[in-house]
């Protein structure tokens, strides 16, 4: 069962709709979206895109601010390119729909956030990512090129090896020429050929128990191009976010916006004192590295469960008017937050690293890119600045389209491809053997590779996690594919990479902190 297609996009968030619109025009398009078109990352992003628009911010405090957050990891020129393109990109947006808040005079209301030296966030109320995923899919769905397959499961890549012939322009011996998804309601698998294909599937969020990542976020696009042999890195830069609501049945868990702290909001521990002072002089304001760190070791010193986050002092009818969804997310469970402290917890929230591109999108296969979270670019180094990653998706997304437009009349379809061969295999004999551990595997993320690490932690995590790898890959040789057996292989594998990234990595540097090679200045005695 083949389907033709000149682009062939994987994932529905920012990243991959805004390339889907700018190839368009040049051949048929399909977009494979693992649930509906509409359940993304994106979809669930609150505070805003980050772009510079008016004075006094300006690119060079866009670019250091970057610099600053991303712990010497960044790659400069990444950062000044993202930062100088992210306007532009801001025009093409609100051009296809999307509404940004405005002053009474017609100008932004830009927000401001953890580690940046100005007001620079576009925003959207406080649901910023729905509003430009809505207008990216209504464009999207009215494109009379771009197909849409809502519910198909990407499985892995189909690539070749020409060994021994390097292509002239990438220099590797591998080449894409699609993938083969699962039609989720039939159960069949498809053999999607292509010209040229974009990953875009977005986050990693699912390794860890409690997380801000809807259940897609399950690393399908690093696991796929890692077993295909492309080159994934920086995987141990796993970002916290300092301030989920605290609502332990809840999954996702649910964000309550750095912009708040924007806005004023402070830190409290349980006894209503404030402690971000005694952290860094930045207090709440500071990097949401530092600000998770503060929080986990308030948090396991004193033996709470949560911090409190405490708006009471803000004007209302502003509060309200700028948060009106965190406002009734908390109403709907009892906290007035214009009266009451918002209890608040870190949870897992971004993965910085990734699939490795360059500066076109491109990954060391030929005629594959990825963009967006998915990817990693040298934007975000050790840890990303709040806000930099839906317009990092946008721009990169853009610069992938722009280079597969130029490259796409030099390829034909791969020909004698063969279809999924799912010959001998049987459904798995009971659905618990996947969902157990599922939920193993988010333990130990959550007890030995979370915001604070140690050698002996990372030791116990990879010996644990190979029982789980050789259980399941024995179960996938021999069963049906079914989406839970997929993100649980796909997840084993981006877990093995971030602890071995994280074991290799023997320093405390930007996301990834340590007790064995403590930082030379700050918090040494976070265990
Ligand atoms: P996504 O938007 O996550 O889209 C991934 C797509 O891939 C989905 O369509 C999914 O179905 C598809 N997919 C995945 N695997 C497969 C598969 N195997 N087969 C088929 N399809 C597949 N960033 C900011 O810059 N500002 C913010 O204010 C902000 N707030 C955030 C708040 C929350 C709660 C969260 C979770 C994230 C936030 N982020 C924010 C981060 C940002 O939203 C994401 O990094 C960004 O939206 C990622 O976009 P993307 O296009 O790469 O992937
Ligand atoms: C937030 O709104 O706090 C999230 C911003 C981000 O993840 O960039």
Redesign the pocket.
């Known amino acids: 069962m083949k389907r033709y297609y000149d682009f062939l996009v994987?994932?529905?968030?920012?990243?991959?709709l805004s390339f889907a619109l700018k190839v368009a025009h040049k051949g048929k398009v399909a977009i494979?979206?693992?649930?509906t078109?509409n359940?993304?990352?994106?979809?669930?992003?609150?505070?805003?895109?980050?772009a510079v628009t008016y004075a006094p911010d300006d690119y060079e405090k866009h670019v250091k601010d970057t610099l600053v957050a991303g712990d010497g990891l960044c790659n400069e020129e990444v950062v000044r390119m993202v930062v100088r393109e992210g306007p532009r990109q801001i025009e093409e947006l609100i051009n296809w729909g999307t509404e940004f808040d405005r002053e009474t005079d017609g100008r932004f209301d830009l927000a401001k956030e953890g580690g940046h030296s100005e007001h620079r966030i576009l925003?959207h109320k406080d649901n910023?990512?729905a509003e430009i995923q809505r207008a990216l899919s209504e464009r999207v769905f009215s494109h009379p090129n771009i197909d849409i397959y809502e519910n198909?499961?990407?499985?892995d890549l189909i690539t070749q090896h020409h060994l021994g012939r390097l292509v002239k322009r990438r220099h590797t011996d591998i080449e894409c020429y699609g993938v083969y998804?699962l039609d989720i309601a039939t159960s069949k698998v498809f053999t999607f050929i292509s010209k040229i294909t974009l990953i875009?599937?977005?986050?990693t969020?699912n390794l860890y128990s409690s997380t801000?990542?809807?259940v897609?976020?399950?690393g399908?696009?690093v696991a796929?191009v890692y077993r295909a042999k492309g080159t994934v890195e920086n995987m141990e830069f796993v970002q916290f976010?300092p301030t989920s609501l605290y609502n332990p049945a809840e999954k996702?868990s649910f964000?309550i916006?750095e912009a708040m702290r924007g806005f004023g909001a402070l830190l409290r521990t349980t006894d209503g004192k404030e402690f971000m002072q005694q952290y860094d002089e930045r207090g709440c304001l500071a990097p949401r590295d530092i600000v998770t760190r503060a929080i986990d070791n308030e948090m396991k010193v004193r033996g709470d469960d949560f911090v409190y986050l405490d708006c009471t002092h803000l004007e209302k009818d502003k509060l309200i008017a700028h948060f009106p969804n965190i406002f009734e997310k908390c109403k709907s469970l009892g906290i007035d937050i214009t009266k009451d402290y918002i209890p608040v917890v870190p949870a897992a929230?971004?993965q910085c690293g990734g699939i490795k591109v360059d500066m076109d999108g491109c990954t060391r296969i030929n005629r594959l890119y990825a963009?967006?979270?998915?990817s990693s670019t040298g934007l975000h180094g050790a840890n990303r600045l709040?806000?930099?990653?839906?317009?990092e998706?946008i721009v990169f997304a853009d610069r992938a389209a722009r280079h597969s437009l130029s490259l796409i009349d030099g390829y034909s379809f791969a020909e004698n491809l063969p279809d999924w061969d799912d010959k001998g295999v049987t459904l798995p004999e009971e659905m618990v053997l996947i969902t157990q551990n599922y939920r193993e595997l988010q333990q130990i993320f959550s007890a030995y590779v979370g915001i604070v690490r140690s050698n002996l932690r990372l030791k116990r995590a990879l010996n644990r996690l190979e029982i789980i790898y050789n259980e399941t890959e024995e179960l996938y040789r021999k069963s049906t594919l079914s989406v839970k057996l997929?993100e649980l292989r796909?997840l084993i594998n981006v877990g093995y990479l971030v602890i071995k990234m994280a074991m290799l990595r023997q320093e405390s540097r930007g996301l990834h902190y340590t007790i064995d090679y403590p930082p030379e200045k700050g918090l040494k005695d976070l265990s």
């Not at 875009?200 to 986050?203: E, F, N, P, Q």
């Not at 709040?386 to 317009?391: D, T």
């Open positions: 994987v994932g529905s968030g920012l990243a991959g494979l979206s693992k649930t078109l359940e993304t990352n994106t979809s669930y992003a609150q505070g805003g895109i980050a925003h910023t990512g198909y499961f990407a499985v998804a875009a599937t977005g986050g969020g801000t990542n809807p897609i976020a399950t399908d696009g796929m976010h996702p964000l916006t929230h971004y963009a967006g979270e998915t709040a806000s930099n990653s839906l317009i998706a997929c796909n």
